[in-house]
């Protein structure tokens, strides 16, 4: 089985809530963070819309579905640990998982199902085929 | 079948992103906070940790699960319908669905479970069974 | 003197944090979505980008500076109410001042000034003259 | 003069919004985060409210004003470089300034006064002279 690609956050106090824990949206937050962590580390741009870039058509992963369970609270300045597999990989979309630990507990697992689309300012997104490069980047990761 | 509690949220500039779109971890906040208008519409006070307090131990429902289906882009400044409904009631949870519609169009649709604990700031959480009168209230809205 | 804009905004729970009150950069957050809130009162809308607008060009008003003095903590549910003043009406910029009480009580003063923008996805930021119509308007809320 | 602290921070996808820039309220959450990290490195926790803490008191720096100039934009998965330094240093408060700058090129210019409280979860915050030994530590960073 793939080794998951790792990563860490700390949790940051504004992410705190008056309940003393990490807010439960924050969460959607790390993965978003995260997951464009894991796609640079695959040499994945998505953020390619700069002033002069011609057309400003570029690659993006507008999530379709996400979800988390929380198993116990995290909560400010600890290091969550971060595992991202890629659970399912379709034509056009890819399911990754995200499993997040402090010192090896167990403290939330999260799912995000992405569409490869083609983004242009004026105009609705519109779902691609995932390129080839990028689906053979992914396999590696497959669980 | 019951009728479901219906509050807006207008989308806020803040929320979209550089895709133009509301970005995903926005639903859950929004989810969050209409939540707590709907706790608030049956009279139940979450937030009562005040300076003064007595003990300062308070009831909440620290979220256990929560996912949300993304259907259509919502834009800035479009005021989504959401429609809250208790989709299961259980002894300690609640589970709520949310479905966002702008115009009638199919926004989202989210899910939230939620279970009834005590919090006090010194202790971990500690979880309850639903008061009565706030099971009966919940009852209301059972899909 | 002119009479300020005024509206209110409720403290969310996301926006607390674990010292139990509204942690200071969500003002900021309220400031800009009272502020559009204002612009949508005198007609002016900023977000205009949509699938289908030609060229789209459309008029935007970056910050160019925010302050704000917190002078007594907000809590979880509390009604802020916010005055909008004009404080300042140049030829490209304009800044506001933002007064939140809460039971007549001060809570925040803030103020942002913002330069009148031209924005294009593929282009820079370019500053322009505030169109005259708009001038009339600001000027019926110069403090 | 003193040398600054100097962190950095990546421009989140999620801090973008739709102008395609970095929302100007994000940069008051950089500074926030960025003042913890510099805290944790004079080996000052602010979070240390858990379970089974005595009394539940703790020290911490509520913000009473902050302010930030906005010179250029911060665009997506940018790397913006901070450096924190004390500006004024009373007996119960202290001013940090924060400059971010990215590749050399001036992006924001910041400043946040904090008051030393201690923070007791069912009482009202109560300003305190900084304790000497944080005192030290200021002092180092001094402009």
Do not use: W
């Amino acid at each position: 089985m793939a080794e998951p690609f790792r990563t860490t956050r700390l949790v940051e106090f504004h992410d705190t809530d008056m309940a003393g824990i990490m807010h439960f949206a924050a969460y959607y937050l790390y993965m978003g963070s995260a997951e464009h962590e894991f796609f640079r580390s695959l040499g994945i741009r998505l953020c390619s819309r700069e002033p002069g870039s011609e057309g400003g058509m570029s690659l993006t992963f507008p999530r379709v579905s996400a979800r988390c369970d929380f198993k116990s609270p995290a909560r400010c300045e600890q290091v969550l640990d971060i595992a991202i597999s890629v659970a399912r990989l379709g034509n056009k979309s890819v399911t990754f998982t995200f499993e997040f630990t402090h010192d090896g507990r167990a403290v939330a697992s999260g799912e995000m199902t992405s569409v490869c689309c083609h983004v242009h300012p004026s105009k609705p997104l519109k779902s691609v085929p995932i390129p080839a490069d990028i689906v053979e980047k992914f396999q590696l990761f497959l669980a």
